[in-house]
């Protein structure tokens, strides 16, 4: 079975301060992670992936993430915040072979705000 | 563009009356997934197709019924709305073949119902 957990339910930052939204999988197979945002009354877009290769993946909007397994986490970070970065960030993972077809786990989401 | 098209945006019904929510995609996915989201919670799978084929999450309600007449379509049923269904109903695509989950799901912006 695989699980995500977002620590933190509501992040608050300062426009122009980093933005760190953390999240830790259980996975038995190695995993395929993403993360997606979610503005209001819209559906989920996606804003990076890890599958193979680099740990460090660059997305959307200027956020990046990196996956490690040492410590079973892919936080999502950005550099600088902006206030149309306000939103939901949900963390997923689905799960390579067998017949998942795909199928996500979600975290349960972390609301960013933005203060000027 | 190609998309995810989920209509009608806003859905109001009666406690008991059926109700149907539509989704269109003009992405050719192979896979089409119906989620329900409430109010501040991640996005919990109801079934998905893969092609023609039907799978339904253990816990999803005998209430909640899906229909996929061809690759570009697919329709929620609900046959007997509770206030317990009120929600954000999220539809999504994947190209996925078996045991190779890597791509990711596009959303459509989701039908809010409510229940009078």
């Known amino acids: 079975a695989q699980s995500v957990t977002q620590l933190g339910s509501h992040v608050s930052v300062s426009e122009g301060a980093l933005v760190l939204l953390r999240c830790n999988y259980s996975?038995?197979?190695?995993?395929?992670l993403f993360w997606y945002v979610q503005y209001p009354n819209q559906g989920l877009q996606l804003l990076l992936k890890?599958?193979?290769?680099?740990?460090l993946v660059k997305g959307i909007n200027g956020f990046e993430a990196e996956f490690k397994k040492s410590e079973t986490s892919f936080h999502l970070t950005k550099p600088s915040a902006h206030m149309s970065d306000a939103a939901e960030y949900f963390c997923?993972?689905?799960?390579?072979?067998?017949?998942?077809?795909?199928?996500?786990?979600f975290g349960q989401g972390t609301i960013l705000t933005v203060h000027p | 563009d190609a998309m995810v098209i989920q209509n009608p945006r806003y859905q109001v019904t009666q406690f008991g009356k059926p109700v149907t929510l539509s989704c269109s995609q003009t992405?050719?996915?192979?896979?089409m997934y119906w989620y329900q989201q409430k109010s501040s919670q991640a996005p919990k799978l109801l079934f998905h197709?893969?092609?023609?084929?039907?799978?339904n999450e253990a816990d999803t309600p005998d209430n909640f019924q899906s229909r996929r007449p061809n690759t570009s379509f697919c329709f929620l049923d609900i046959r007997s709305p509770g206030l317990g269904d009120a929600a954000m109903y999220l539809c999504?695509?994947?190209?996925?073949?078996?045991?190779?989950?890597?791509?990711?799901?596009?959303f459509g912006d989701g039908t809010r119902l409510s229940i009078l």
């Open positions: 999504a695509t994947s190209r996925d073949r078996m045991g190779y989950s890597n791509q990711p799901q596009h």
């Open positions: 996975s038995s197979v190695p995993p395929y």
């Open positions: 890890y599958t193979t290769g680099a740990t």
């Open positions: 997923a993972v689905s799960r390579a072979g067998g017949t998942s077809y795909g199928k996500l786990t």
């Open positions: 992405l050719n996915h192979n896979v």
């Open positions: 197709y893969y092609d023609k084929d039907f799978n």
